[in-house]
């Protein structure tokens, strides 16, 4: 049954590529306001022991896959900027059930016009939630904290914008409402915080808050790029340092050969609505890879 879902990602992915690229290709033809680009890609990793192996050792299966997209819009001062981030990722050890090991849903979109050389006015929206239910193995039964839009945000910005290249973007918006979804009314029950969310509602507003959104693109050289995303979120109502959210998403990609990858992916993330302490994932991967589109190199 896993190796049949593989499978089926697997195809999807090859098929959302070859579909992309085609339309790459008619984008060239019809219009340059348009540049386009979708990587994406498939880890496995696989162990298994004899019943005698004296070394120790636990039969084991892991698999993720990750698909990102860049749509973006430019013609004199307007611009129209999109990303989409997909990551999933789970392993099976022997007599465990399987357990995440990575689960993303990023999605923004941001509008733009030019005020000087570097600056622009912009309103962005911004999405970020995960696919899959989430649970807490220290527990017996194990607990369900999280699962589709519990917890989702939702991230609105009017601000300004600096980017003296293509590299590198700050937001600084200092108008931003946020609404923070929890739509399982019984989540609290496992999540006593309930991801800031009143209990009993499935939904809390912020209306009034800063909002900041740092971005760095870098090809390190040939083979080798980095991706830095910093998310800050203030809300003016309950200023204080412990309730300042901070998110930081770090990836580093080199290329092995056309079709293979290796990543090396953080997530680090401190909401006081969600826990106290800082929280940090970390993942490495290598497995195939594609990616298309009409955005030049960056050498």
Do not use: C
Request: hydrophobic share 40%; glycine share 8%.
């Amino acid at each position: 049954m896993l190796m049949k879902k593989i499978s089926t990602i697997f195809l999807f992915l090859i098929t959302v590529s070859l579909g992309f690229g085609q339309e790459t290709d008619e984008v060239k033809i019809d219009t340059t306001y348009w540049l386009k680009e979708i990587a994406g890609g498939l880890n496995i990793n696989q162990a298994s022991f004899s019943n005698n192996w004296t070394g120790g050792g636990v039969n084991s299966m892991a698999f993720s896959a990750y698909l990102i997209g860049r749509a973006n819009y430019a013609k004199g001062d307007w611009s129209w900027d999109n990303t989409m981030d997909f990551m999933y990722g789970v392993v099976k050890n022997k007599g465990e059930d399987g357990r995440k090991s990575n689960d993303r849903i990023y999605l923004d979109s941001k509008v733009g016009h030019k005020i000087s050389e570097h600056w622009n006015l912009y309103f962005a929206v911004n999405f970020l939630s995960q696919f899959a239910p989430g649970y807490d193995f220290n527990t017996e039964p194990k607990t369900l904290i999280s699962k589709w839009a519990n917890p989702a945000f939702l991230t609105t910005g009017i601000g300004f914008e600096y980017k003296p290249n293509n590299e590198f973007t700050l937001r600084l918006s200092p108008f931003s409402p946020r609404f923070t979804f929890v739509t399982d009314k019984n989540l609290y029950l496992d999540v006593p915080k309930n991801y800031g969310v009143e209990i009993g509602k499935t939904v809390r507003q912020e209306w009034l808050a800063f909002n900041a959104l740092a971005e760095w693109k870098k090809q390190l050289s040939e083979r080798l790029n980095l991706l830095m995303r910093y998310q800050m979120y203030m809300n003016y109502e309950d200023i204080s340092f412990k309730t300042i959210d901070h998110r930081l998403d770090l990836g580093l990609v080199a290329k092995i050969s056309e079709i293979i990858d290796v990543s090396l992916t953080t997530l680090t993330i401190y909401d006081f609505d969600q826990d106290e302490k800082v929280q940090f994932s970390q993942g490495l991967a290598i497995g195939l890879a594609f990616k298309r589109g009409n955005f030049p190199e960056k050498k």
